[in-house]
């Protein structure tokens, strides 16, 4: 029974010797073994930072602000000028008369703005429609995310936030 204990605790120490030694390097920039056996103890990480990080400010967490989630019907009441300037071009204009719709694309999505003549301008925004670009989200887009990826890629996430709190 000792034999047996014995060969078996020489194949466990042969065993770890033959392990791959990896090589890692701590705070002190020397390279310490993460073998079985360290050959030196590992130093002590340095209980302060340097001075430099030390005088750095930590992160201000009021300047995170949450992510409010518009909703697309924001747009309503909107003139075709206004859409314009925040939106952009339309990637296409289509007449639905007495409509006009324009079309913005993600990658994901197309959101198709309704202008219909108005007697302030020539086209005011009346509905929004969002739908997904391709068979496995057609139908199960969520709009509003959609909506509100749309205006962060595009930077008016901000404009629309301003609006709806004034």
């Not at 995170?64 to 000028?81: F, H, N, Q």
């Not at 071009?89 to 999505?109: I, K, M």
Request: glycine share 6%; charged share 20%.
């Amino acid at each position: 029974m000792m034999r047996v204990a014995a060969v078996l605790a020489a194949l466990a120490v042969g065993i770890t010797g033959c392990a791959p030694s990896h090589q890692i390097t701590v705070t002190t920039g020397k390279p310490v073994s993460t073998g079985a056996v360290a050959s030196s103890p590992v130093p002590a990480a340095p209980a302060t930072m340097p001075s430099q990080r030390a005088s750095a400010p930590p992160p201000a967490s009021s300047a995170v602000k949450p992510r409010v989630l518009l909703e697309p019907e924001i747009l309503i009441g909107k003139t075709e000028a206004e859409i314009a300037e925040v939106f952009g071009e339309p990637v296409l204009r289509r007449q639905e008369s007495p409509a006009e719709v324009w079309q913005y694309l993600t990658a994901d999505c197309a959101v198709h703005v309704f202008f219909y003549p108005d007697e302030k301008a020539a086209g005011v925004v009346r509905h929004i429609a969002i739908n997904g670009r391709n068979l496995e989200n057609f139908s199960t887009l969520d709009r509003r995310q959609c909506f509100n990826d749309y205006l962060r890629a595009i930077g008016a996430e901000e404009v629309f936030l301003t609006a709806k709190t004034s």
